[in-house]
């Protein structure tokens, strides 16, 4: 291990020092440079590259267990123990960006609506796609003020299956969510559960309208509880933590991309998800076809 470091660092001090500091020899470190790696280092360094390469391609949000999980299911990659993955990060000096708790959000409600009864009842499980829907709104900071995302999530497989972003909190934004979730899953008529907040824009004429004509079932939350909706907070704390906080967006269009860039091609294709066994939503959807379809 100190020769090793020496070679990791001759080309930053001097070996003589270095060895006079570590207390070994010159030429024990020159023969230990010619020799070659033994099996243990060898796999110490294929672990280190693929602990890079699982870490970069998570743009720098997976910590340990979840680089440990990617390892795991991965043939291009070495696999480790979460301990081993742990000292290569440190090795490598690679922190996982996700450091702050989470602190779930609500939205304004109207008092002059009636909300619908809490169906769904914290029961965030679905034994098929398009069974259970959770729907909610989160701010993001531009150059030009703020804009507003909307999403829909599937809780079969956590997948994100309609949003919208909009610079207004008017009710079409929640309506083109609803209707890019609609037009992907095409839901059956009366199996499907909608769960949302009591946010204005959700107990609005319009799209109480849009939910019977598609016979879709409304579910809200309860008075100023936002852990009713959790899944739907949760991805807003991941989205945030692990992608908006870290970029400054200048336009809505710039917003817009990023969002996409997050949510369709690493959100729902790549990511690990603790609730679906360490699978991304796209990869546990797939996983279940076979055995939903017979």
């Known amino acids: ?18 060895c006079r500091l570590l207390k070994v020899s010159r030429s024990g470190f020159y023969a230990s ?15 280190h590259a693929s602990v890079r390469q699982a870490f970069d391609e998570s743009h720098a949000n997976y910590g340990s267990y979840k680089i440990a999980q990617e390892l795991a299911q991965r043939d291009d990659l070495e696999s480790a123990c979460r301990n081993t993955v742990a000292r290569a990060m440190r090795d490598l000096g690679l922190k996982s960006c996700v450091t702050r708790k989470f602190k779930p959000t609500t939205t304004q409600s109207d008092p002059s609506k009636r909300p619908a009864a809490n169906v769904l009842d914290r029961d965030f499980t679905a034994e098929a796609p398009n069974q259970k ?4 709104i989160t701010y993001l900071p531009t150059a030009h003020g703020w804009v507003y995302l909307a999403v829909v999530i599937d809780l079969f497989s956590r997948k994100v299956v309609g949003w919208s972003l909009s610079d207004s909190l ?29 946010g204005c824009q959700y107990t609005s004429d319009a799209y109480q309208r849009t939910l019977r004509t598609m016979g879709i079932t409304c579910s809200m939350s309860r008075r100023g509880n936002c852990y009713d909706n959790a899944v739907a907070e949760r991805f807003f704390w991941s989205l945030k933590h692990e992608w908006t906080k870290h970029h400054k967006y200048d336009t809505l269009e710039d917003a817009r991309l990023s969002v996409f860039t997050y949510i369709e091609t690493f959100y729902n294709r790549t990511r ?5 066994g360490y699978k991304s939503p796209d990869q546990y959807e797939a996983e279940h076809a076979p055995v939903l379809a017979a």
């Open 272 to 276: 690990l998800h603790q609730t679906l």
């Open 133 to 136: 829907w959770v729907t909610d």
């Open 33 to 47: 440079v010619e020799r070659p790696l033994s099996p243990r280092a060898v796999r110490r360094q294929k672990i």
């Open 170 to 198: 008017e009710t079409c934004l929640v309506s083109n969510a609803l209707r890019d979730a609609i037009e992907k899953r095409s839901p059956k008529r009366g199996e499907l559960l909608h769960h949302s907040d009591r």
């Open 1 to 18: 291990m100190r020769y090793a470091w020496i070679a990791r660092h001759r080309d930053s001090f001097p070996v003589a020092a270095m």
